[in-house]
């Protein structure tokens, strides 16, 4: 039996002719209304495809050029977490400063930016995504002109706090808006660039470190944080030349541009065609106001919430929740200490070595990056969750005995800095890329934006936390039984990541939710 034109009472289909051209004939508006059985698109052995690394097919050029332009936001918190680890230990000797004081300006940027990732959330679903990003990149060029020029300690908070907003929509907006543009099959890939671009800031926030420490102590550090503020520039003109979110423009009923969108992100007119008719159906199961800003999503989720949903939030807030408590930020910010802790001393050296971290932690989210649309989210999530528990006990194991040796022998030394490379490898191939794509590809389309905002700030609240009592708890009980303790954390985590998160590759958003759905009690 035929289905009837839904166009009549559903608010997110247009009803305007000027906004319905694309359909000129009946049968290509039947088949974009019509409810579509939904199916994967390309399978690896499927005629005409080429198969990578990735997984799938080959890349869209338009929907590769997108997403990497969306994701060089996150240089920008990458290149923080790295520089603060070297301008902490300049900032201290010059302002006067003392550990708590470091411990409080490093983790207040974190802790801020759950509030811009709460913010951005329903932002996003009213101005859009890509003018989201662009406000990310401008909130962020001015905390780090404030943190540059900053004459005091009081100066230099205020610009990590408004650097902090600008971290916390960027930390949100990129992932989502890359998930929602990319084509299933590749999508883990591209969804996954956000991290990659965190580790290239992190890198860079090393290399700055290492060039810029033989200035005066009262210039280096101003020189590491006012640098972030030209990628900052760079990356808010730049975006001006993407495309919006096909799915946030089928939300606001504006199927023409969406469609245009998607011609250009798939490999065919009829597979842009099935994708646009696979959003048009998503949305109208929950119908909103014909120009629809994100109200109500709150409420959905939080107060009355269906058991699916109740299932994501667990899913995407505890993958958040154990990213943090990993530990993997305040080792990143803290790494020098860590090091001088285990023997190294020389300013230079200690950041040599954190070179090195960089360097492999950006190895390593490449090739993650590069086979999770091959192998799936889960088995690089497990492998990494555990390969970071067995690395912090084995750090954990040389700290103690390094703190209890008054010789500190070389062995135990590399065994801390090759532990501690590990930990970030480990934490580069399953955590870092796959939260952020699981967070922004399991929500349904209506609630995505405000739903990952919510599982990225509890990511926020929790790397502060971290961040700001890590130095502390690691005086009281040494840094040997601070990495046992986030050794324990992570073999928790593996068992939570187990039973809780399915897998989700080479699945379409809208196919996502049925994984929620069918999971027994």
């Not at 404030?146 to 907003?165: D, E, H, I, Q």
């Not at 890939?189 to 060039?211: C, R």
């Not at 943090?324 to 001088?340: I, K, L, M, T």
């Amino acid at each position: 039996m035929q289905e009837p034109d839904r166009s009549l009472h559903d608010p997110l289909i247009p009803k305007s002719e000027s906004c319905r051209r694309d359909l000129k004939d009946e049968g290509k508006q039947e088949t974009l209304f019509k409810k579509q059985p939904l199916k994967v698109r390309f399978q690896e052995d499927e005629p005409g495809r080429e198969s990578g690394a990735h997984g799938g097919g080959r890349f869209n050029r338009y929907a590769l050029a997108g997403a990497i332009l969306a994701s060089t936001n996150s240089v920008l918190l990458g290149y923080d977490i790295g520089v603060m680890s070297g301008a902490a230990l300049f900032i201290k000797e010059d302002l006067k400063i003392t550990s708590t004081q470091v411990e409080i300006l490093v983790g207040s940027l974190n802790v801020v930016s759950l509030f811009g990732s709460l913010a951005s959330g329903r932002t996003s679903d009213w101005i859009g995504r890509r003018w989201t990003i662009i406000l990310a990149a401008c909130t962020f060029l001015i905390g780090a002109l404030l943190m540059g020029l900053a004459p005091s300690f009081l100066f230099l908070m205020a610009g990590r706090v408004v650097a902090g907003v600008g971290v916390g929509f960027s930390l949100m907006i990129a992932p989502v808006y890359v998930a929602e543009l990319s084509p299933a099959m590749t999508r883990g890939f591209l969804s996954s660039l956000p991290e990659v671009f965190i580790n290239i800031g992190i890198l860079l926030g090393y290399i700055s470190n290492y060039a810029l420490s033989g200035l005066s102590p009262d210039v280096n550090w101003r020189f590491m944080l006012g640098l972030a503020a030209l990628p900052a520039v760079a990356i808010g003109l730049g975006v001006m030349a993407m495309p919006e979110s096909p799915r946030w423009l089928v939300l606001e009923g504006r199927l023409e541009e969406a469609r245009q969108v998607l011609v250009r992100t798939s490999e065919t007119e009829e597979e842009a065609e099935l994708r646009l008719g696979e959003m048009v159906n998503a949305a109208s199961l929950n119908p909103g106001p014909a120009h629809w800003n994100g109200q109500g999503v709150w409420r959905e989720l939080l107060w009355s919430p269906s058991r699916p949903i109740r299932r994501i939030l667990v899913a995407t807030i505890g993958v958040n929740f154990f990213m943090q408590a990993s530990g993997n930020d305040a080792v990143v910010y803290y790494s020098p200490e860590v090091f001088r802790d285990a023997g190294i001393t020389d300013p230079r050296q200690l950041t040599g070595v954190t070179v090195i971290m960089g360097f492999a932690k950006t190895f390593f989210v490449f090739v993650s990056a590069l086979f999770l649309d091959r192998f799936g989210r889960r088995p690089l999530l497990l492998l990494g969750s555990a390969g970071m528990a067995v690395s912090l006990a084995g750090l954990g194991m040389g700290s103690t005995l390094l703190e209890s040796s008054g010789s500190k022998p070389q062995w135990a030394i590399a065994l801390c800095v090759v532990a501690l490379c590990a930990d970030v490898s480990f934490f580069s191939i399953g955590l870092g890329p796959i939260t952020w794509v699981y967070s922004s590809e399991v929500f349904p389309t209506r609630l995505r934006a405000q739903g990952t905002s919510l599982a990225i700030a509890v990511n926020r609240l929790v790397s502060g936390a971290v961040a700001m009592s890590f130095l502390s708890i690691a005086r009281e009980i040494t840094f040997g039984g601070m990495f046992l303790v986030l050794a324990g954390v992570m073999a928790l985590a593996t068992v939570f990541f187990y039973f809780f998160l399915p897998e989700t590759k080479g699945k379409s958003l809208e196919e996502i939710g049925a994984l929620f759905e069918d999971t027994k009690d």
